[in-house]
C-alpha cells in the first residue's frame, strides 16, 4: 500500500501545490493603479495579457480580476489589524 503525501515535506522540497495565479503582481498593480485614476476593472480588462501558461497571450477573465482585488483587499485588512492589535497590546505594556 503506497504512503500518503506529506505537504510539510513537499513544501520544504520547493513543491506547493496548485494552479499558478493568472494576475501577476505587475497586473494587479496596474489594475489598482488605474482604478485609483477613476477607470473601471472591465475598462481595464482588454490590456491586461497572461504572461504564462496555458491561456499565455489571451485576456484574464472579469472574476479573475475581481478575486485578486479582494484577496488583495484582505491582505491589506489583516495587516491593518495585526498593527492595531500590536500598537493595543504595546500600550497594554505601558500602562501604570
Known amino acids: 500500500m503506497g504512503s500518503r503525501p ?3 515535506h513537499a513544501a520544504r522540497n520547493g513543491r506547493h501545490g496548485g494552479r499558478p495565479p493568472v494576475i501577476t503582481d505587475d497586473m494587479l498593480h496596474t ?6 485614476a477613476g477607470e ?16 499565455k497571450g489571451h485576456n ?15 491582505r491589506q ?11 493595543e497590546f504595546g500600550a497594554l505594556g505601558t500602562s501604570p
Open 31 to 36: 489594475v489598482l493603479r488605474r482604478r485609483a
Open 40 to 55: 473601471s476593472v472591465e475598462s481595464i480588462q482588454p490590456n491586461l495579457i497572461i504572461p504564462t501558461g496555458k491561456r
Open 60 to 74: 484574464p477573465s472579469l472574476a479573475s480580476i475581481y478575486r485578486a482585488l479582494a484577496e488583495h483587499d484582505k
Open 77 to 87: 485588512a489583516y495587516s491593518e489589524a495585526v498593527e492595531a492589535a500590536r500598537a
Open 6 to 8: 506529506n505537504p510539510e
